[in-house]
Nanobody, 118 residues
Framework: QVQLVESGGGLVQAGGSLRLSCAASSRYTMGWFRQAPGKEREFVAAIGWSYGSTYYADSVKGRFTISRDNAKNTVYLQMNSLKPEDTAVYYC???????????????WGQGTQVTVSS
């Protein structure tokens, strides 16, 4: 059983930055998803565990960066140039397979709230 714990959420003004962290496992593909009020959960970014390959949703490409430190068993989501539409609960997820934007992840965290004010 893999337990995922997100941290780093909060309130920030539009144009600001936040960095989310997820205590994870070094041998899993890690993903970040988000769910805004009244909307379905959506893919944000993912990173492979061996070569660190990454994949992003078009809505965050160029603004968000996913990275991992396998020595610390931690994955990060650096979020820059935040917009009010980025407001959501952000979830960390882990899977044994390769990168995917689908929700076919084996383990999920409890989520951390990110609120971007205009």
């Amino acid at each position: 059983q893999v337990q995922l714990v997100e941290s780093g959420g909060g309130l920030v003004q539009a144009g600001g930055s936040l960095r989310l962290s997820c205590a994870a496992s070094s041998r899993y593909t890690m993903g970040w998803f988000r769910q805004a009020p009244g909307k379905e959960r959506e893919f944000v970014a993912a990173i492979g565990w061996s070569y660190g390959s990454t994949y992003y949703a078009d809505s965050v490409k160029g603004r968000f960066t996913i990275s991992r430190d396998n020595a610390k068993n931690t994955v990060y989501l650096q979020m820059n140039s935040l917009k009010p539409e980025d407001t959501a609960v952000y979830y960390c997820a882990a899977r044994a397979g390769g990168i995917t934007a689908s929700e076919r992840y084996d383990y999920w965290g409890q989520g951390t709230q990110v609120t971007v004010s205009s």
